[in-house]
C-alpha cells in the first residue's frame, strides 16, 4: 500500500490555487500543486463542467446551438480533496483519476473529491454514473455534442533530436511556450519516449527499433490545428491537449520522421477507424420497433413487440414523453424534434404542425427493472408526418414543408 498524504484545496474559474490543507514537507506540497496544474481552467473548465452538467441529464430543454450550452452558467468555485500517494517501487497499482507527479518516481496524485459552487452557495458534487450507457445516452440527445470549435490557426513543428524546434509558420508569442511544451509531449520528453512513440506509430515493438525504417529517427516532423473549443466535449474525437486557451489536433496526415537529419522525410502510416464498437458498444445494435403516436393521442405499435400488460405503461410513458392529446405540448414538444433534426435556430420561424410521429422502442425496454435508464434516454424519433400519411426521415434532408415555411419568414 502506498503512504498518503492527504490535502485539500480551492481553485478559480482560471485554476488559481487556494491552500485549505497541505502536507507540511515542502516537496509534497509543491508536487501536490504542480500536478493540480493539469486540471482544466478557463474554457477548458467551461466545456468540462457543461458536459458533466449535460451527462447528468440535468438540461430541460434540447441543446442545439453553441449558444444553447452557453446558456448553463458554470460555477467559478471548485473544491478538490485528494492525497498524493508514494507506492514502493514496483508495486503501483492505476486507479481512474491519477496525475502522475513530473519528476518523482512511484509518486501520483490521487483526486477523490471534486466540488463546485457558485458564489455564497453550498458545495455540489455531480453524481458517477452507474452506468456509462446512461450518461452517453443524455449527451445524445443534444445535436450541440457534434459541434466542433472554429479553427484558429495550423502549424507545423520540426523537432530534431537534440530538442530544438522549427515552426512554420511561427505561432504568437503569447503561445510559444505552450505549442512548445505541446509537441514535446507528443514526440517523446525523453530519447527512450521518442523511440518508443516512434515505433508505436510504425506499429513496432520496442525492441524492433534498431535498424531499417524502425531506426530511431534523428527529426520528427507533426502538423497540428488549434480550435476554439467546442462547446461540449467530445467522447469519439477529444483533442489530445489543451494549448492556452485552445484545442489541440495532430493532424494525421501531416506526421513524418526522418534518419538523416531532415534531409528527406517518411511520412508514418495513417491508420484507418476500426470498425468496432468500441468502449460502449454500438447504439444502433439494439433490436426495436416502431410506435406511431398521433397528435390526437392516438398510438400504435406491432401487437407481437411488447407484453400486452405492459401496453398501458408504454401508452403513459409515450404520451407523457411527446405529451400527446395536450395540444400545447405535442406542440412544445414536436417543434423541439424539428429544431433538433434539422437544425433550426430561428426562434421566431414558424413550424408546420407536426400530425404524428414514429419512435423506436427497444425490444427489452421494460425487461430490467432494475435499470437506472430513463425512457427519454432509450427511445429515439425516426420519422415525422405533416399530414398523417406522408412520412419523412428525420436523418435525410429537409422536408418540403419546413423548406416552404423557411421561404415564407
Same mark, same amino acid.
Given at each position: 500500500?502506498?503512504?498518503?498524504?492527504?490535502?485539500?484545496?480551492?481553485?478559480?474559474?482560471?485554476?488559481?490555487?487556494?491552500?485549505?490543507?497541505?502536507?507540511?514537507?515542502?516537496?509534497?506540497?509543491?508536487?501536490?500543486?504542480?500536478?493540480?496544474?493539469?486540471?482544466?481552467?478557463?474554457?477548458?473548465?467551461?466545456?468540462?463542467?457543461?458536459?458533466?452538467?449535460?451527462?447528468?441529464?440535468?438540461?430541460?430543454?434540447?441543446?442545439?446551438?453553441?449558444?444553447?450550452?452557453?446558456?448553463?452558467?458554470?460555477?467559478?468555485?471548485?473544491?478538490?480533496?485528494?492525497?498524493?500517494?508514494?507506492?514502493?517501487?514496483?508495486?503501483?497499482?492505476?486507479?481512474?483519476?491519477?496525475?502522475?507527479?513530473?519528476?518523482?518516481?512511484?509518486?501520483?496524485?490521487?483526486?477523490?473529491?471534486?466540488?463546485?459552487?457558485?458564489?455564497?452557495?453550498?458545495?455540489?458534487?455531480?453524481?458517477?454514473?452507474?452506468?456509462?450507457?446512461?450518461?452517453?445516452?443524455?449527451?445524445?440527445?443534444?445535436?450541440?455534442?457534434?459541434?466542433?470549435?472554429?479553427?484558429?490557426?495550423?502549424?507545423?513543428?520540426?523537432?530534431?533530436?537534440?530538442?530544438?524546434?522549427?515552426?512554420?509558420?511561427?505561432?504568437?508569442?503569447?503561445?510559444?511556450?505552450?505549442?512548445?511544451?505541446?509537441?514535446?509531449?507528443?514526440?517523446?520528453?525523453?530519447?527512450?519516449?521518442?523511440?518508443?512513440?516512434?515505433?508505436?506509430?510504425?506499429?513496432? &515493438?520496442? @525492441?524492433?527499433? *534498431?535498424?531499417?525504417?524502425?531506426? !530511431?529517427?534523428?527529426? $520528427? =516532423? %507533426?502538423?497540428? +490545428?488549434?480550435?476554439?473549443?467546442?462547446?461540449?466535449?467530445?467522447?469519439?474525437?477529444?483533442?489530445?491537449?489543451?494549448?492556452?486557451?485552445?484545442?489541440?489536433?495532430?493532424?494525421?496526415?501531416?506526421?513524418?520522421?526522418?534518419?538523416?537529419?531532415?534531409?528527406?522525410?517518411?511520412?508514418?502510416?495513417?491508420?484507418?477507424?476500426?470498425?468496432?464498437?468500441?468502449?460502449?458498444?454500438?447504439?444502433?445494435?439494439?433490436?426495436?420497433?416502431?410506435?406511431?403516436?398521433?397528435?390526437?393521442?392516438?398510438?400504435?405499435?406491432?401487437?407481437?413487440?411488447?407484453?400486452?400488460?405492459?401496453?398501458?405503461?408504454?401508452?403513459?410513458?409515450?404520451?407523457?414523453?411527446? &405529451?400527446? @392529446?395536450?395540444? *400545447?405540448?405535442?406542440?412544445?414538444? !414536436?417543434?423541439?424534434? $424539428? =429544431? %433538433?433534426?434539422? +437544425?433550426?435556430?430561428?426562434?421566431n420561424q414558424d413550424l408546420p404542425q407536426v400530425q404524428a410521429i414514429k419512435i423506436?422502442?427497444?425490444?427489452?425496454?421494460?425487461e430490467d427493472e432494475d435499470s437506472s435508464d430513463s425512457f427519454e434516454a432509450q427511445?429515439?424519433?425516426?420519422?415525422?408526418?405533416?399530414?398523417?400519411?406522408?412520412?419523412?426521415?428525420?436523418?435525410?434532408?429537409?422536408?418540403?414543408?419546413?423548406?416552404?415555411?423557411?421561404?415564407?419568414?
Amino acid at each position: 500500500m502506498p503512504t498518503v498524504y492527504p490535502f485539500e484545496v480551492l481553485l478559480d474559474r482560471e485554476g488559481e490555487l487556494t491552500p485549505v490543507s497541505l502536507p507540511e514537507v515542502q516537496l509534497q506540497r509543491q508536487q501536490i500543486i504542480k500536478a493540480l496544474e493539469h486540471l482544466p481552467r478557463g474554457a477548458y473548465w467551461d466545456q468540462m463542467y457543461r458536459t458533466d452538467f449535460v451527462s447528468a441529464g440535468m438540461p430541460e430543454e434540447r441543446l442545439i446551438t453553441r449558444e444553447d450550452v452557453e446558456k448553463i452558467p458554470v460555477p467559478p468555485r471548485r473544491r478538490i480533496l485528494g492525497e498524493l500517494a508514494v507506492w514502493p517501487a514496483g508495486n503501483h497499482q492505476d486507479e481512474p483519476g491519477e496525475i502522475k507527479v513530473e519528476g518523482a518516481e512511484n509518486t501520483w496524485v490521487k483526486i477523490r473529491s471534486r466540488q463546485h459552487a457558485f458564489e455564497n452557495q453550498t458545495w455540489q458534487q455531480f453524481s458517477e454514473p452507474e452506468d456509462p450507457a446512461e450518461m452517453l445516452g443524455y449527451l445524445f440527445q443534444h445535436p450541440a455534442l457534434q459541434l466542433e470549435g472554429d479553427g484558429v490557426g495550423r502549424y507545423s513543428a520540426e523537432q530534431s533530436s537534440d530538442g530544438s524546434i522549427t515552426w512554420t509558420p511561427q505561432p504568437p508569442e503569447d503561445l510559444k511556450n505552450a505549442l512548445t511544451t505541446f509537441v514535446q509531449r507528443w514526440h517523446g520528453e525523453t530519447p527512450e519516449e521518442w523511440a518508443e512513440i516512434h515505433a508505436e506509430r510504425l506499429e513496432q &515493438g520496442p @525492441d524492433e527499433v *534498431q535498424t531499417g525504417e524502425a531506426q !530511431t529517427p534523428s527529426a $520528427l =516532423k %507533426s502538423g497540428f +490545428e488549434l480550435r476554439q473549443p467546442a462547446p461540449l466535449r467530445s467522447f469519439f474525437a477529444p483533442p489530445f491537449d489543451f494549448v492556452g486557451p485552445f484545442e489541440a489536433y495532430p493532424l494525421a496526415e501531416e506526421q513524418a520522421y526522418s534518419l538523416d537529419g531532415g534531409q528527406t522525410w517518411q511520412d508514418y502510416p495513417v491508420n484507418e477507424p476500426e470498425d468496432d464498437d468500441g468502449e460502449f458498444g454500438d447504439f444502433t445494435d439494439v433490436d426495436t420497433f416502431t410506435a406511431t403516436i398521433w397528435a390526437d393521442g392516438r398510438m400504435d405499435w406491432p401487437k407481437d413487440a411488447l407484453d400486452a400488460s405492459l401496453a398501458p405503461r408504454l401508452s403513459a410513458d409515450l404520451q407523457k414523453y411527446t &405529451g400527446a @392529446d395536450d395540444p *400545447q405540448n405535442w406542440k412544445s414538444y !414536436t417543434e423541439g424534434v $424539428l =429544431k %433538433s433534426f434539422y +437544425e433550426i435556430e430561428d426562434e421566431n420561424q414558424d413550424l408546420p404542425q407536426v400530425q404524428a410521429i414514429k419512435i423506436n422502442v427497444p425490444n427489452d425496454l421494460y425487461e430490467d427493472e432494475d435499470s437506472s435508464d430513463s425512457f427519454e434516454a432509450q427511445v429515439i424519433e425516426d420519422e415525422i408526418s405533416f399530414d398523417g400519411e406522408t412520412w419523412h426521415d428525420l436523418y435525410e434532408d429537409l422536408p418540403d414543408e419546413l423548406m416552404s415555411a423557411s421561404e415564407e419568414q
